[in-house]
């Protein structure tokens, strides 16, 4: 191998250090992050360690009996293989179709079946369906787990991977196993266009506004700012904010939202590796920050719908209804590679304003409340959630409702 070569791989290798691109996605831009360009060397200081890199390097291009090479492969497989020694889900990498599909979903629309999901312990997890998509009309529900697709077996496969089966042209189904408190399944859903508005509002009765808050988006403030204007012009009694099967997003986006409902004070804080701290705070000019408010909350609340929960709750702003939620305490950020690729990486954890750290337990609700099941339910529409959270804005008793656990 020329230096030239080696040098360039070298390059790619360790690109996803290069943080030019600055952050995208639950941005934390002053992370305690030394920043750097693109290197066409070697570090000195990181040379002995890659001695055996590049003996590895060299043995396979010599000798394995499979040639040619594909040398990206190789280097995304040696990326992939640093960011899994971190063992953290959330840090890692993404191929340029992942990256494009990753970037498309913040800006609007994608093409598959509509669901968010996690690897947990080599499982693939649904946080949440998006509204509105094939996967909620399939009546996929947070905490199933996926175990195939098409027939392939998903367990301990790569996140990105699995990604890659499920997605697909819209027209075009996918056959999914699903397993459920123990119980296997297979359920085909139709891939479709995935249109990714993140705010719907209407006033309820007795004067009680709700917002249907679906994600963190780039277009989600704005959203947020019109449906507010439109529902507040009528002076409503009680505001519902229903942040229930949000997986959450970016975290510029949720201080946004929350400066609406929050005065003065702090959102959350940030906490970095080396001890530094960072605390992100409302303003004075929030729309909605008198009205008595309700928030939804339920196992598929996750990550920026945590944050905004759990800074609601902390400063006794509103109370929240419903059931536990994710448990997702940690900040990423996003940026993009020279390949078209990406690497999101773990920065920080983040705290609510009491500096509770809610990471794999989540936040609990002021009242506990479940949604019947379906199969006893004698009303498909029938909300439990909701109708706690109007009974309680109107003064009305709501111990009828309760989760008492029995």
């Known amino acids: 191998m020329t230096s030239r070569s080696r040098s360039t791989v070298l390059s790619l290798l360790i690109g996803f250090l290069a943080f030019s691109a600055g952050y995208l996605l639950a941005q934390s831009p002053s992370a305690p992050i030394t920043l750097f360009g693109p290197q066409s060397t070697t570090p000195?200081?990181?040379?002995a360690q890659f001695d055996s890199f590049w003996e590895v390097w060299d043995l396979v291009h010599r000798r394995f009996f499979d040639q040619p090479l594909d040398d990206g492969r190789l280097i995304e497989g040696a990326i992939d293989g640093m960011l899994a020694v971190l063992?953290?889900?959330?840090t890692r990498y993404l191929s340029p179709e992942d990256e494009a599909n990753a970037r498309e979903n913040m800006d609007g629309s994608f093409q598959g079946i509509g669901a968010e999901v996690e690897e947990v312990d080599g499982a693939v997890i649904i946080v949440s369906p998006i509204d509105g998509s094939p996967a909620q009309e399939a009546g996929l529900l947070p905490g199933d787990i996926v175990r195939q697709a098409d027939g392939q077996d998903l367990t301990g496969?790569?996140?990105?991977?699995?990604?890659?089966?499920?997605?697909?042209?819209?027209?075009e189904a996918v056959v999914l196993q699903i397993e459920r408190d123990g119980i296997l399944f297979e359920v085909e859903i139709v891939r479709d266009v995935i249109k990714l508005a993140s705010v719907r509002s209407e006033m309820l009765e007795d004067d009680i506004a709700y917002i249907r808050l679906s994600r963190f988006g780039n277009t989600t403030t704005q959203e947020l700012e019109d449906s507010l204007e439109a529902l507040l012009a009528v002076n409503p009694q009680g505001l519902i904010l229903d942040l229930r099967r949000n997986p959450g997003g970016s975290l510029d986006t949720?201080?946004?939202i929350a400066d609406q409902f929050l005065p003065e004070g702090t959102v959350l804080l940030e906490r970095f590796g080396d001890g530094r701290e960072r605390v992100l705070d409302s303003t004075r000019k929030g729309?909605?920050?008198e009205i008595p408010m309700v928030v939804l909350v339920d196992e598929g609340s996750a990550s920026a719908s945590e944050v905004l929960a759990g800074a609601i709750q902390d400063r006794e702003r509103g109370i929240l209804i419903g059931q536990q939620t994710f448990g997702k305490g940690t900040v990423q950020t996003w940026h993009r590679l020279a390949n078209g690729g990406g690497v999101r990486i773990t920065v920080a954890r983040w705290l609510t304003p009491n500096q509770s750290w809610i990471h794999h337990q989540g936040l609990t609700p002021d009242y506990s409340v479940k949604l019947p099941d379906p199969a006893e339910s004698q009303a498909e529409s029938e909300d439990t959630q909701l109708q706690a959270a109007i009974a309680y804005l109107l003064g009305q008793p709501i111990d009828s409702l309760l989760d008492t656990g029995e």
């Open 44 to 47: 000195d200081e990181a040379s």
């Open 87 to 90: 063992d953290d889900p959330h």
């Open 157 to 171: 496969m790569n996140l990105d991977e699995v990604v890659g089966l499920v997605r697909g042209p819209a027209g």
């Open 254 to 256: 949720v201080v946004q």
């Open 287 to 289: 729309m909605a920050e």
